[in-house]
T-cell receptor, first 114, second 115 residues
Framework: NAGVTQTPKFQVLKTGQSMTLQCAQD?????MSWYRQDPGMGLRLIHY???????DQGEVPNGYNVSRSTTEDFPLRLLSAAPSQTSVYFC?????????????FGQGTRLTVV | AQKVTQAQTEISVVEKEDVTLDCVYE???????LFWYKQPPSGELVFLIR??????QNEISGRYSWNFQKSTSSFNFTITASQVVDSAVYFC????????????FGTGTSLTVIP
């Protein structure tokens, strides 16, 4: 079972470059989200989607864009990378709304911006 | 304000000792959900348990047990007879019915089990 698949696993960017982190799930989950994990800060929500065509901002959305054209895919775009965006990024999906069910996470993308 | 507080940043125990990881949450919702996740050194996030606000029953699963107390807004996690494989970072998380699918995570507790 693939579950939630993130690519790439590792990425190094130069300041100012743009890139897209890919996330795909094969569980037909309506809810998908992106988190970043920084030392000592836990996971913080960047953007989330409650279904195809619907996205919303989380706690730390600045510098990131998302779209949800299909149920399966939820890419995260960094518009102009900054060193402050060095982090580990996790994509998650869940089947129930309002946190009724657990979120399943991808393996993470470790991003370094130099 | 932090919605989920895990005051213990790092804990070390000797193998076979019991250890309790604390989690205190803050919410005004009457309907909410609490979760524990494990992040081993390999980095993935593994779901351990979900609890809704209407179910205060404690739960035991093998060596793991969870104590949910609404009176103190706590959802503590105990590992009995710890093993080296329990070494990981453990996250407590909260989701409120009023805020949709948003999870609020604590800052995590890093547990090291010494053989």
């Amino acid at each position: 079972n693939a579950g939630v698949t993130q690519t790439p696993k590792f990425q190094v960017l130069k300041t100012g470059q743009s890139m897209t982190l890919q996330c795909a799930q094969d569980m037909n989950h309506e809810y998908m989200s992106w988190y970043r994990q920084d030392p000592g800060m836990g996971l913080r929500l960047i953007h989330y989607s409650v279904g195809a065509g619907i996205t919303d901002q989380g706690e730390v959305p600045n510098g990131y864009n998302v779209s949800r054209s299909t149920t399966e895919d939820f890419p995260l775009r960094l518009l102009s990378a900054a060193p402050s965006q060095t982090s580990v990024y996790f994509c998650a999906s869940s089947s129930g709304g309002q946190g009724k069910t657990e979120a399943f996470f991808g393996q993470g993308t470790r991003l370094t911006v130099v | 304000a932090q919605k989920v507080t895990q005051a213990q940043t790092e804990i070390s125990v000797v193998e076979k000792e019991d250890v309790t990881l604390d989690c205190v949450y803050e919410t005004r919702d009457t309907t909410y959900y609490l979760f524990w996740y494990k992040q081993p050194p390999s980095g993935e996030l593994v779901f351990l348990i979900r609890r809704n606000s209407f179910d205060e029953q404690n739960e035991i699963s093998g060596r793991y047990s969870w104590n949910f107390q609404k009176s103190t807004s706590s959802f503590n996690f105990t590992i009995t007879a710890s093993q080296v494989v329990d070494s990981a970072v453990y996250f407590c998380a909260l989701s409120e019915a009023s805020s949709g699918n948003q999870f609020y995570f604590g800052t995590g507790t890093s547990l090291t089990v010494i053989p």
